[in-house]
Nanobody
Framework: QVQLVESGGGLVQPGGSLRLSCAAS????????MSWYRQAPGKEREFVAT???????LYADSVKGRFIISRDNDKRTLYLDMNSLKPEDTAVYYC???????WGQGTQVTVSS
């Protein structure tokens, strides 16, 4: 059974940083591409970043240069380091296994002074 558990969300001031984690189980983590998505209130879920099994990464233009996606295959964990946060980054952030089309439960990130 595929399971994804996100953590690390919270309230942060503009310009601050947060690190999100996604603990994965139930599939071969190292062989799978993993992504982060986010959904702001009243908006559709949108792509944030992908970490392919090969190690390559892809970012949405809105977060490029501020966010870094990484993975620890030994710990079966996906990370998202978010820097220079803006109020418009406020959203629920979701972890996603591309090949299994499975979502985590999400973690809330609020950027506000």
């Amino acid at each position: 059974q595929v399971q994804l558990v996100e953590s690390g969300g919270g309230l942060v001031q503009p310009g601050g940083s947060l690190r999100l984690s996604c603990a994965a189980s139930g599939f071969t983590f190292s062989a799978n591409g993993m992504s982060w998505y986010r959904q702001a209130p009243g908006k559709e879920r949108e792509f944030v970043a992908t970490s392919r099994a090969s190690g390559s990464t892809l970012y949405a233009d809105s977060v490029k240069g501020r966010f870094i996606i990484s993975r620890d295959n030994d710990k079966r964990t996906l990370y998202l380091d978010m820097n220079s946060l803006k109020p418009e980054d406020t959203a629920v952030y979701y972890c996603y296994v591309i090949s299994r089309a499975t979502w985590g439960q999400g973690t809330q990130v609020t950027v506000s002074s």
